[in-house]
Each structure stands twice: as C-alpha cells, then as structure tokens.
C-alpha cells in the first residue's frame, strides 16, 4: 500500500475513505508547517499554526489575517475545553502572516499576564500563615473571573475584540479599550511587590567570632510549612480549616543525620515569628567552609594583588581565603 | 472530571474528583524511602565526579534531602538540610562535594555535604526560581534567577553578586551547558546567554509558544557542544529550539501530556512540568501534569514511551550522571488550585531503570 503523503502532512482531504494508506505512526511534528499530531484523533481542523497550503494562495497580497483568527477561536475554546491553566499569557502569534517586517507590539495580548502554579501556591502559603486565607480566595475568584471573561471573548470575537486583534498583529498602536482586553485584569498583590529589603546580607569570612546573619525580612517566614486541610462537603467560600502541624519526626528505621552540633543560629532570633511557638526549629550549623588559615607568602601574586584591591576583578577571583593579614 | 471546572464555585470533594489510578506505582518501579511530605519541586543526581549516585530532593516543606543510591535500585536516607521557606531548585557543584539550594526564603545556601555544614551565598528581593552552578576555565560561580525580576552570578565567598542582569519579567526557568546558559521568563521571554569570560546576553528568541513557558532543558549536538534546548509551557506542548538553526525547519513544536477526555471532541491539556534530556543517547524526557512522564527522540521526531498514569502529576525528574536511572516525582503540582490540595495524598520519588528504553530510534 502506498502511503498517502497528505495524511504524512496532516492534510488529506479524503480521511478515511483514501485509497492510500494512513499509517498511525506515533510520529510527531511534521517537516513542514501542519503541526499535527496523528495519535490522538483530532478534528482536522484544529491547527496550532495556519496551513501551508492556505498561505500560497494569499502570498501574492498579504495576508488577510481575518481570516486566520479562528486559530484565536480555537485556542480559546481548546484551552477552555480542555481545562488548561487559566493564569497564562497568550500570544496569537498571528503577525508573521502580515507583511509588516517590524512590529512594534508585544506578542502577548493585553491584559493576560503570566501567574506561574509556584506563585500562587506561595501566595496561598503565606496568606494562610498570616490568617488571610480567605481573602486570598476571594482575590484568587476575582482573578479567575477576569482571566475566564477574556478567553470567553475570544471564544466569541465579537467585532470590535476582532479589529483589536487583526490591527495589534498588523503593529498598529490601537487600544484595547472597549473590548474584553481593555478591561485591565486585576493583579495579585503580592506577587508584583518586591520587598524592599536590602538584597544584600553580610558574613565575613573564616573567622569564627562572627556569626552569619540571615537576611532583613519584611514578611514572617515560618520554618515548618502550613498543611491546607480541603473542606469536606462545605459550600464555596467557607473558611478553610487548617492547623499548623508539627514536623513529622524520622521514621524510626532511618534517621536523617542532622549537625551533632550546632553553634550559631542561622536564624537571628530577632526575626523569629508567634508560629515558632508550636514549631520544631532546626537551627543550622553557619560554619563555613574554609577554615585554614593561609599565610600571604603562600598566595600567588595574583591572588595577592587581588585581596588588596579594593574589589575582586571578574576572572582573578582567589580560590583561597585570604590571610589573616589581609582582611 | 478536570476539565471545564474552574477555580471557586462549589466544592469539588466526593464523587466529582476523576477516579485515579489505585495502584500507587503502575510502573513497578523503586521506591525511594522516606520521601517528603510535601510537594517535591525539584530532583538532582550527583553529578559524574564520585562515583556513588546521590539523589536530592527539593520540597514545598522546607528541606532538602539526600539519598544514596545503590546498584540494587535500594534508596538510603543520608541526610537533610532546612531551608526557611519552600525549596524550588537545588544544584550540584561540578565536583560533587556540595549542593545548593533556593527557594522562597529569597535565599540560596551551599550545603557541604562531607562537612554536614551549609551557609548562605545568595539573596534575592523576591523567592529564587532557579539556581544552576557554572563551571568555566577562569570563574565558577552559582547563577540564581528570582520572580524579582534578575539573574545574579554569586562568588561563593562574596556579599555582593559578581554580576546582575536584569530580566524583563520574573524567571520561571533555566538551564546551564557551559558554555551557554537559557533562561525563560513570565511573558514567554526567551534569553540565550554566553557563559565564557563573563556571562553575557548572547540574544533573544521569539518564542514559538502560544502560552506561558514552564520548563527549558538545553541539549547538545554530536560534538558535545550545546546548540539548542526544549522547551515546555502549560499547554501541553513542547518545542525544540535551535539556537542557530541550519535551515529554520530544524525548529519544531509537539503536543504531549494530552489526554481524551469524556468529552471526545476536546483534549485535556496538562502542564509540561519538566524536561531533561539522556546524558548518553541524547534523547529527552518530559514529565507532565497528567501523571505520566514520556520519552522521545528529537532527531527522528518520535515517541518512544509513555507511561502508566501516576496518581498524582509528576512534579520533577532527572536523570543520573550514566543515564541508567530516571528518577520522576509524583506530587500535586498546585495546576487545579488549593481545592485540589490533599495533604494526605502521600508523595513518592520513583527509580525507573531508563538506558534501554531511551535508545533512540532509526531514522525511518
């Protein structure tokens, strides 16, 4: 049987009924531009990019991209329908149809900004150590709310989100406004604030007297996490219970070797929290690494000349600590 | 059913919830003892220059665990350390002496593991996605990028970062080949590094994703040297990327991590939670929010296998220093929200014996 090099291609008209033979090779990404998947029985019509064949036709004018934006249809609707990660960015990446060589827009489409699963996770955490997780699930609700309105409107692309679209890819500055882009999603709070704490922390180096300070931090941080216990049978909206569980000890048959000895605290007391009260504080050992003490004649000039600048240059960089002498 | 159900709206408990796989290991393969308890963010084999393997694990409960692995496929707990907040990337020095890990404290510390001693050597204005260690003829320092927006190289023995790039967006994800580093940002941002002499931006790519990036892995040509990367996002596709493509149609993408829902017409998408890619045969893994991880063959453009579903999604791999074992974690990825958090839903860290399997295929 001669294999039909359409199927091959993701194109062929005749589907089951063709008279060559459509292998179900678990073959993936096609040389070409139709980027198919043939195991999994997909309507032909649903295509990450534009076909090639549909391109030749219009290469001669360009490209009329109204066109191509049902692919702004059916990516909604596919991510919709298939319960895809609500908080992402999206681009229709449309504009390489238009004969516009520069581009001046971002490829992302208004509005959608990108919230990762670790973010909102941590967002979660830290709104439940701080008593505030119920204001993080209405603010959570709010958020979902306006990130599903959009992909909505881009299910539907009434006229003037449509405009929006073709004249955006085309690099034109028009505003969003008075479509579903236009209406700015609310953003999550603390996940755009960057503290303002000093990013700097200070140690010195192998000298035993000073002890190793942790970072200024403006928010509590908890040394054990806070376990989230789901609601059994309660109505939206209800306050979660959770409780602070203690740090499950070592299974008997095994035991994670902690440091025999712990000098200095790692954590400053001062910055300790009411939540260390009920938790199990591993303080870690601040030793550092290097301990001996190497006396400026066994340095390199290199090194020498490095340790009495007043800062390191990039590449010259001592692998060894510096003598006594010299800090 | 995942699925159409959003966040908020009514509980989701009790018969609603898709029936998972009851057996907890489908694929029969070694158990790591002991596992965290709470999600696992991140797995890393020693590297090639000790000859044991050595596994560690970062989690959403603070530590950092280490276990020695022998060659019956047995797991021995050997120590761990704490962090002051959720760990979300660990990395091993080149010579296997120490591991380094950052997290949500906004902290990275390097833990010396014959010493048993760890100290801080970085700090960031916002929790650190990332850390990598870079190895190069005249520096070796740690690269950290964080949500506030900046990739920091560290001297480990200084205050001050050694160099500071800003990022357009927060970093989501990274990876290091010396001597080029990738680094993938919120806003699909793509950022190629040159890593000799001093880092610096070697360019950007478009990105070929529609949708947020989530995980990146650099691969190698024959040579040995690193010449593109894969690339995951949320939307359950992954592209392959040459950074200097021959012919533009050595870039291509694939959908992966897809499933047939009840609902025929529409596929569920899952998250691509991790790629890596074969130490030996150059072929790659993904691990995906659905529960299974797969692996494929770039260069002939093939599935090899895919796995059975886990009961949870496969939240971290890696594979170790020979390419014999591929380690995968089965933890909730948070991709469903806090409704779907089930603290009692224990987590697992599983050794599957990979080299045969991971063979790439003829070209055909």
């Not at chain 2, 560690?56 to 047995?74: F, L, M, P, Y």
């Not at chain 2, 964080?146 to 050694?162: E, G, H, N």
């Not at chain 2, 070697?202 to 995980?215: D, G, M, T, V």
């Amino acid at each position: 049987m001669v294999v039909c090099k359409f199927f091959l291609e993701g194109r062929c008209r005749f589907g089951a009924n063709c008279k060559n033979e459509h292998t179900q090779s678990e073959k993936f990404g096609r040389i070409g531009n139709a980027y198919q998947q043939q195991s999994f029985n997909q309507p032909v019509r649903q295509q990450y990019f534009p076909q090639q064949q549909k391109l030749k036709e219009s290469q001669q004018q360009e490209t009329n991209l109204e066109s191509l934006l049902y692919v702004v249809k059916d990516d909604a609707t596919n991510s919709m329908q298939g319960g895809q990660w609500l908080f992402s960015c999206y681009a229709p990446l449309l504009r390489k149809f238009s004969k516009i060589s520069f581009n001046k827009n971002e490829e992302n489409l208004p509005s959608l900004i990108d919230y990762s699963a670790e973010e909102l996770k941590w967002e979660a955490m830290q709104s439940s150590m701080n008593g505030q997780f119920h204001d993080y699930t209405v603010k959570l609700q709010k958020l979902s709310q306006s990130y599903q309105t959009i992909q909505r409107a881009l299910q539907n692309l009434d006229q003037a989100t449509s405009n929006y679209i073709v004249r955006y890819e085309r690099g034109e500055n028009v505003s969003p406004a008075g479509t579903a882009l236009g209406n700015i999603v609310s953003s999550f709070p603390a996940v755009n604030t960057i503290s303002n704490s000093p990013s700097q922390f200070s140690f010195t180096l192998p000298s035993t007297q000073n002890p190793i300070q942790a970072p200024i931090q403006q928010q509590q941080t908890a040394v054990a996490p806070f376990k989230f216990q789901l609601p059994l049978q309660q109505p939206a909206g209800a306050s979660f219970s959770f409780h602070l569980t203690p740090q499950k000890p070592a299974a008997a048959s095994f035991s994670f070797k902690l440091p025999s000895h712990q000098p200095q605290s790692l954590i400053n007391t001062a910055v300790t929290n009411e939540h260390n009260a009920t938790t199990r504080q591993i303080p870690v050992s601040t030793i550092p690494l290097i301990t001996e003490n190497i006396s400026h004649h066994q340095l390199s000039q290199i090194d020498l000349d490095q340790f009495k600048a007043d800062k390191f240059s990039f590449g010259k960089i001592p692998r060894v600590p510096p003598p006594i002498e010299l800090r | 059913m995942f699925g159409s159900t959003g966040f908020g709206g009514s509980s989701f408990m009790g018969s609603n919830v898709v029936t998972a796989p009851t057996n907890h290991n489908p694929m029969k393969d070694f158990e790591v003892v002991s596992p965290p308890d709470e999600s696992i963010s991140c797995l890393e084999f020693s590297p090639a220059s000790i000859p044991q393997n050595f596994l560690i694990a970062g989690s959403w409960d603070n530590h950092v665990r280490c276990w020695e692995i022998d060659q019956t496929g047995k797991s021995i707990p050997k120590s761990q350390e704490t962090m002051q907040g959720p760990v979300l990337d660990v990395a091993w020095s080149d010579d296997g002496s120490k591991v380094f890990m950052a997290g949500c404290d906004k902290m990275a510390k390097c833990w010396d593991l014959n010493s048993n001693q760890s100290i801080q050597v970085a700090a960031h204005d916002a929790p650190i996605k990332t850390c990598h260690w870079i190895k190069s003829h005249n520096y070796s320092c740690l690269m950290t990028g964080s949500w506030d927006k900046t990739l920091k190289f560290w001297d480990l023995r200084q205050q001050s970062p050694i160099l500071t790039i800003n990022l357009p967006e927060r970093c989501y994800c990274a990876d290091v080949e010396y001597p080029v580093a990738v680094v993938s940002t919120a806003s699909r941002h793509l950022l190629v590094y040159q890593l000799e002499n001093t880092p610096s931006e070697a360019k950007r790519i478009e990105s070929p994703l529609k949708y947020q990036h989530r995980c990146v892995s650099i691969f190698k040509d024959k040579k040995g040297m690193p010449t593109g990367f894969a690339l995951g996002s949320i939307e359950g596709r992954v592209a392959i990327q040459y950074i200097t493509p021959s012919n533009p149609k050595d870039n291509f993408t694939f959908k992966c991590h897809r499933s047939n829902g009840t609902n025929q017409q529409y596929q569920d998408i899952y998250a691509v939670n991790d790629i890596k890619f074969h130490p030996v045969h150059g072929t790659l893994a993904t691990a995906g929010s659905d529960g299974r991880f797969s692996f494929w063959d770039k260069d002939s453009r093939t599935k090899l296998k895919t796995s059975e579903q886990m009961e949870q999604s496969i939240t971290a791999c890696c594979f170790n220093r020979d390419g014999q074992i591929f380690a995968y974690a089965v933890s909730y990825d948070w991709s469903k929200g806090h409704e779907f958090n089930n603290p009692q839903k224990k987590n697992y860290i599983f050794l599957h014996s990979c080299y045969e399997e991971m063979k790439p295929r003829q070209k055909s």
